[in-house]
């Protein structure tokens, strides 16, 4: 059996060449549910039918996810000694796709949840407070699991915040990515700082003049 793993966090449609190549070649594809994977592939050609495990020479498509999730899966479908299984990767999740689904869960909280419906930023500025300095004890203690645990905690408060406001997460990232390249110019522009000392002194110089701007 052929199976067919999607990313969810991929635009429908974008597949890899021997993904397509597989699709447009195989005897019948069979998906598991109907979505807009689906779509795409029915809107190039593609004949999809929607329903339980194919026959072995068919590709099957389960519904978008892991990579490890599809072969578990898959794996517990197989019946026989005679039955083969083949993982064809359509999409990868790019870097940053993690992300994405928190950006989700909390965007779902906050329409499902009636506590996370009732912050605000001054309610949640003392989690803020007590996350970082959580993340600050992990980094004295020197126990990197520790601290990746609490920088997940400060992202998700970031994303918290963004979500409760008028603007988005997106919004937060543009304005970090807009300064960082504005004070780095050693690598984004023209100035010659080459060492520690003149990157930091060419960063303050930058920062006191933002503000003196505004």
């Not at 994405?100 to 309610?123: F, G, K, N, P, Y």
Request: charged letters at 30%; hydrophobic letters at 45%; glycine letters at 8%.
């Amino acid at each position: 059996m052929r199976v067919l793993v999607l990313s969810p966090r991929i635009p429908a449609g974008l597949m890899t060449a021997a993904a397509w190549d597989a699709v447009r070649g195989a005897s019948s594809v069979v998906a598991a549910v109907d979505g807009p994977h689906v779509a795409a592939l029915r809107d190039a050609g593609v004949d999809v039918a929607i329903g339980p495990r194919p026959a072995a020479d068919a590709i099957w498509i389960p519904a978008p996810g892991d990579l490890d999730w599809a072969r578990d899966l898959a794996g517990e479908m197989l019946i026989g000694d005679t039955d083969e299984l083949e993982v064809i990767s359509g999409s990868f999740d790019p870097p940053g796709a993690k992300f994405l689904d928190l950006v989700e869960v909390m965007r779902r909280l906050r329409r499902d949840c009636a506590w996370t419906r009732e912050q605000t930023h001054a309610t949640l500025a003392r989690y803020l407070a007590e996350e970082t300095q959580e993340a600050l004890d992990a980094i004295a203690s020197g126990d990197l699991d520790h601290l990746r645990e609490e920088l997940g905690d400060i992202l998700m408060q970031v994303v918290f915040h963004a979500e409760i406001s008028d603007w988005d997460v997106d919004d937060v990232a543009a304005g970090i990515t807009e300064k960082l390249i504005r004070r780095n110019p050693h690598v984004f522009g023209d100035s010659d700082a080459t060492t520690v000392e003149e990157i930091a002194d060419q960063w303050e110089r930058i920062k006191a003049d933002e503000k003196r701007g505004r």
